[in-house]
């Protein structure tokens, strides 16, 4: 089992950034990756970022260039530092893990960014 820790919504003004930590515990051994997803309400959840083991990236086509994915493997935290928000980001934020074949999710931590 791999319990995952979201931390770090919150609001902020359009423009603002903000940065997300998830800490993962329990049998951390052979995550194969991480990453971040966002669900809209009435929407299905969708890919923000992903980072392997290995340290590869990808970001959905509507955040690259403002949103960066990235990993302290001594802390087993990962990242998602966000900034030039938009009100479209808005939204929960689920941090994941894949540990084929089980994969985890976080509870959740809400974004939310004004006009």
């Known amino acids: 089992q791999v319990q995952l820790v979201e931390s770090g919504g919150g609001s902020v003004q359009a423009g603002g950034s903000l940065r997300l930590s998830c800490a993962a515990s329990?049998?951390?051994?052979?995550?194969?990756?991480m990453g971040w997803y966002r669900q809209a309400p009435g929407k299905e959840r969708e890919l923000v970022a992903i980072?392997?083991?290995?340290?590869?990236?990808n970001y959905a086509d509507s955040v690259k260039g403002r949103f960066t994915i990235s990993r302290d493997n001594a802390k087993n935290t990962v990242y998602l530092q966000m900034s030039s928000l938009k009100p479209a980001d808005s939204t929960l934020y689920y941090c994941?893990?894949?540990?084929?074949?089980?994969?985890?999710w976080g509870q959740g931590t809400q974004v939310t960014v004004s006009s």
């Open positions: 994941h893990a894949d540990q084929f074949p089980c994969d985890y």
């Open positions: 329990g049998s951390i051994f052979n995550i194969i990756h």
């Open positions: 980072i392997t083991s290995g340290g590869s990236t």
